[in-house]
């Protein structure tokens, strides 16, 4: 891994950056014939939560991402990437399609966290995240989240619980943002950047800690400034993670990922490391 360059708040900002590729470019540029699936089968369509069926390289797959918007019509339009409880229902119904169909899910994380309106808490925004997360955690297809921004709380989370996860050099994955983190730490949001470096948010620290199984190199100035070479190497690392995943059985997924989840933050992955340099 390369070593950081730049500090946590800096990443935070890069994560943040408008111009970033959003998960229907990532979409469009590495799947052929995606074919858009909306509605959670019940009450409503949430933007925010973009999914549907493609192939890659020639593989049936389910895609599913948190998608933003690029001006402020359609950062209203998209809630600012903030699903609501119908697009995490859409994302279960996406789900559980593919493991009936026998297709490898893939996911795009980039969201602040869940739309925390008055209207999404009285729609069951929590049951909507935790019915997601039990739904992702026990599929027997194979699952890659790919996080290209922000990572926020169990809007992130929602989508995120894979088989293998991969970063952006420049994402975030937390608890919630620093700025929430600093005022309820210390009551002064000012201090967001302080956070940053307390919450162990980046790439390079969830892959210390064992949540991060690889990270992708961003050209300086972030993703955007070079969205071939980014589309190119998401393309690639997903072929690597995927290739090992679709040859081993449903129980024996759904058993490594337990073990993988029960194993988050073990100091193993650190200790394997320093071995690995003595040896």
Not at 2 to 29: D, F, H, M, S
Not at 129 to 149: D, E, H, Q
Not at 172 to 185: C, D, H, K, T, V
Not at 211 to 226: H, L, W, Y
């Amino acid at each position: 891994m390369r070593k950081n360059v730049l500090t946590a708040a800096e990443r935070v900002a890069l994560a943040r950056k408008p111009g970033r590729p959003t998960a229907k470019e990532y979409i469009t540029e590495i799947f052929d014939g995606f074919f858009y699936l909306a509605g959670d089968r019940r009450a409503a369509e949430d933007a925010s939560i973009i999914g549907g069926i493609a192939s890659f390289h020639g593989t049936p797959v389910t895609v599913i991402g948190h998608q933003k918007g690029r001006d402020l019509e359609e950062n209203i339009k998209y809630r600012f990437g903030m699903p609501d409880p119908a697009g995490y229902r859409k994302a279960q119904r996406l789900m559980l399609q593919a493991e009936k169909f026998h297709r490898p899910v893939v996911t795009f994380v980039d969201t602040p966290g869940a739309y925390p309106g008055l209207e999404a808490e009285a729609g069951g925004q929590g049951e909507a995240i935790a019915s997601s997360i039990a739904i992702m955690s026990r599929l027997k297809v194979p699952t890659a989240a790919v996080f290209i921004g922000e990572g926020g709380s169990g809007g992130a989370l929602a989508i995120g619980v894979a088989d293998s996860v991969i970063m952006l050099e420049n994402s975030i994955f937390s608890i919630l943002s620093p700025e929430g983190f600093a005022s309820i730490l210390w009551k002064d949001s000012s201090r967001w950047e302080e956070a940053c470096q307390v919450m162990k948010l980046t790439a390079q620290d969830l892959y210390d800690l064992g949540i991060c199984d690889k990270i992708i190199p961003e050209p300086a100035g972030g993703a955007q400034e070079s969205r071939a070479y980014i589309f190119d190497a998401v393309d690639r690392a997903l072929q690597a993670a995927l290739e090992p995943l679709m040859k081993m059985s449903g129980a024996a997924l759904a058993r490594e990922r337990y073990r993988k989840l029960r194993d988050v933050g073990n100091i193993r992955r650190k200790a394997e490391q320093t071995e690995h340099g003595r040896n």
